[in-house]
């Protein structure tokens, strides 16, 4: 069993519900991985408005520390947004599909977030 009681103070789960357009409700396979894990649902939050890095940092800033859990790609820049509003972050790499096209995907998709997220912290936003 992953979860060992009294460790995990509380998850957040940020993502979005992409269901409707052919893709799946990320948040609720977090929640339902979690728990077939053993992790309680009351220690589960579903964060549907995850669906910018930039968004979720803000959100948990005042938390002090986090744990973040992602794609090795994803969790480079999150630290770094983390590490930018003044959190202490950790980051634990999933692994990425092997599937070429969403790799090329996913690949391509972060270098244009990377772009933004600069945009974003020299505009303030």
């Not at 744990?67 to 983390?82: C, F, M």
């Amino acid at each position: 069993m992953l979860y060992h009681s009294g460790k995990i103070r509380r998850i957040i789960a940020s993502g979005g519900d992409y269901s409707s357009n052919g893709g799946c409700n990320e948040l609720m396979a977090m929640r339902d991985s979690l728990i077939k894990q053993g992790v309680p649902d009351s220690l589960v939050s579903l964060d549907y408005q995850g669906t910018r890095t930039l968004h979720s940092i803000t959100k948990v800033k005042d938390l002090g520390s986090i744990t973040i859990i992602s794609q090795k790609y994803h969790n480079e820049r999150a630290i770094y947004l983390a590490e930018h509003y003044g959190l202490q972050a950790v980051a634990y790499n999933a692994t990425m599909p092997n599937i070429a096209k969403k790799k090329i995907r996913n690949i391509s998709r972060e270098f244009l977030a990377r772009v933004k997220l600069f945009i974003d912290l020299v505009s303030s936003k």
